[in-house]
């Protein structure tokens, strides 16, 4: 059985994350990595920070801290608000450790000694009102290619082209807003990209068959415009320095590492991490899920802005260091997550962000409501209206009244234990046959990373247990069969103990409360086989319950317009 090894996109240390970057990456990485713990896998997901470029300068800059300090208090910020989505990493580190430091500049110097890294001299951006040589993102200005007027010199973030500094129009300076920019010659490390173009095409179509069509087709479109060096060096105070051994001139002018050289070799520094951190006399094996791991599957989750760097620029990196490290076996991209039809930004704060987002609900209605809206095949928008209805008809109406008028109904006129009534009878082997076969499709589904499909899956589930009671109508056969109404209550618990376990990976804190709600010996279950599906025997008689609190409280009308109110909603609303 392979190890499976996970990993989500770094957020950017610039701030709190906003739900599109929680469904694009983090959320369906976590989704994933429980469900395959489930299922029995070893699995490790590592996540990260993403602490070095611009980005932290500047915020730091605004925030009136030291670099190092705010990075510091922003990854305990953004790790607070992953726990409250119940996220479980099993290492959430950052990409400032020494542990990554050693290990980019490990990668630098083997590209170098294989002949893939090139000092050159070249133009670059420079501000006499700031005093300093300007980094991508510290210049903006309009991209040539759409015109969007806040692009900023790495990447415009409307048409997600990749640009450098003297690409832009009417560029200035992201510090003071100077337009009195000159373009001055200083040196920079290029990793020589365009000489593994062909090691990397080759890889593609040897590992790519199945990864979704979004991935494959920006990864494609990348190698047939080909593959450019580019420059892995910036003018930075923060950042992994260039190594004095390897680039003594280049080290003595403060040169660092560009943050997307150094950000994906983050996830095997935070491995590392993860390895060192371990106590008690616990040992962890960080460098086997990485160098020649053979036996492990490695998973990528990702938006599709980040999909060149890690189907394109980290394989060449990887490829051109020469030795065994760990390359992707599956990258799973994402749309866009949109707010009404446009963009949710970090940058603008438009949208909801994820720590207000739980200000206003439990986790577990934001995850459920994002992996069964997923952006998978095309954008997909949240509005509150959307929100509403699927949290009111699936959680609340479907899961949630079903599993209360359950309990509530069966103590009221059997007592504390779960009845016995009588065996089994066809409308319950029915059931079991149904139940078998829904819960293939929801493995089956999430087996091969189509969320939207596994949450419709899910939700039939729930469906069906609600379809039973209904046929069943416990209420009125226990006026003339109270052994047919215990029987009926009886199998309904026993849908309600399966739903607990396999509804886990999607709303864990709920899953809980209904497992949590019986007392079954020995109750040591992580998934149900199909055997189990259709027996539906896991709570038997006696077996003590209790009815646990509203799982789901309804969304009202009062509610939803507050919503409205603090986060905006339809644009002409």
């Not at 660092?256 to 008690?280: C, H, L, M, N, S």
């Not at 760097?309 to 065994?324: D, K, N, S």
């Not at 959307?386 to 006129?413: C, E, M």
């Amino acid at each position: 059985m392979a190890r499976h090894l996970v990993t989500s996109a770094l957020p950017y240390i610039n701030g709190i994350k906003h739900l599109g970057n929680m469904v694009g990456s983090m959320l369906p990485a976590d989704v994933y990595s429980r469900y395959l713990r489930q299922r029995g896998h070893d699995v490790l997901y590592i996540c990260a920070t993403d602490e070095h470029g611009t980005p932290a300068e500047l915020a730091a800059k605004e925030a009136g801290l030291s670099v190092a300090e705010f990075c510091a208090q922003a990854h305990d910020a953004q790790k607070a608000v992953y726990d409250g989505f119940e996220l479980a990493f099993d290492y959430f580190g950052r990409s400032s450790s020494q542990q990554t430091r050693e290990i980019t500049q490990h990668f630098a110097r083997k590209l170098n000694e294989n002949g893939f890294i090139e000092e050159r001299a070249i133009r670059q951006v420079y501000s006499p009102v700031d005093g300093r040589f300007l980094p991508d993102r510290y210049v903006e200005g309009t991209c040539p290619h759409c015109g969007y007027d806040k692009a900023r010199g790495d990447q415009c973030e409307h048409c997600t082209r990749v640009l450098d500094p003297t690409d832009l129009l009417h560029p200035r300076s992201a510090i003071s807003g100077s337009t009195e920019l000159e373009v001055r010659e200083t040196k920079h490390l290029f990793l020589l990209q365009s000489k593994l173009q062909a090691e990397v095409e080759a890889w593609i179509d040897a590992v790519s068959e199945q990864w979704p069509h979004l991935s494959t087709s920006i990864a494609r479109k990348w190698l047939t415009e080909g593959l450019h060096d580019r420059a892995i060096t910036r003018d930075l105070d923060w950042g992994v320095p260039v190594p004095a051994d390897t680039w003594p001139e280049l080290a003595a002018e403060g040169k660092v590492f560009y943050v997307w050289f150094d950000a994906p070799i983050a996830y095997i520094g935070a491995t590392k991490e993860w390895a060192d951190a371990a106590r008690d006399g616990e040992t962890r094996d960080w460098k086997s899920w990485w160098y020649e791991a053979d036996d492990v599957r490695y998973t990528e989750f990702m938006a599709k802005d980040n999909v060149p760097f890690h189907t394109v620029m980290f394989p060449a990196t990887e490829l051109g260091v020469r030795e065994p490290w760990k390359m992707v076996d599956f990258v799973k991209g994402f749309n866009w997550l949109t707010y009404y039809g446009g963009k949710f930004s970090t940058s603008q704060k438009r949208g909801v962000f994820t720590d207000a987002a739980l200000e206003i609900l439990p986790a577990d209605y934001w995850r459920y409501f994002l992996i069964a809206n997923a952006p998978e095949s095309d954008d997909s928008s949240f509005t509150w209206e959307h929100f509403t209805a699927t949290v009111n008809k699936d959680l609340a109406d479907t899961l949630g009244n079903f599993v209360n008028r359950v309990l509530s109904f069966s103590r009221k006129r059997f007592g504390d234990e779960v009845p016995a009534g009588r065996a089994a009878g066809e409308a319950e082997a029915k059931l079991g046959e149904q139940i078998a076969h829904l819960l293939a499709e929801y493995e089956e589904h999430m087996e091969a990373l189509q969320f939207r499909k596994a949450a419709a899956a899910l939700r039939a589930l729930w469906s069906a247990g609600n379809s039973y009671l209904e046929e069943k109508a416990p209420w009125l056969e226990i006026k003339t069969d109270a052994d047919g109404a215990a029987l009926t209550l009886r199998t309904a618990m026993n849908l309600i103990h399966l739903y607990a376990v396999v509804s886990e990976p999607f709303i864990p804190a709920t899953a809980a409360a209904m497992r949590g709600a019986f007392a079954p010996e020995n109750d040591t279950a992580t998934w149900v086989t199909a055997e189990q599906a259709k027996a539906l025997d896991a709570v038997t008689a006696g077996t003590a319950f209790t009815v646990p609190p509203v799982l789901f409280a309804k969304i009202t009308e009062e509610d939803l317009e507050s919503y409205r109110e603090r986060f905006g909603g339809a644009p002409d609303a």
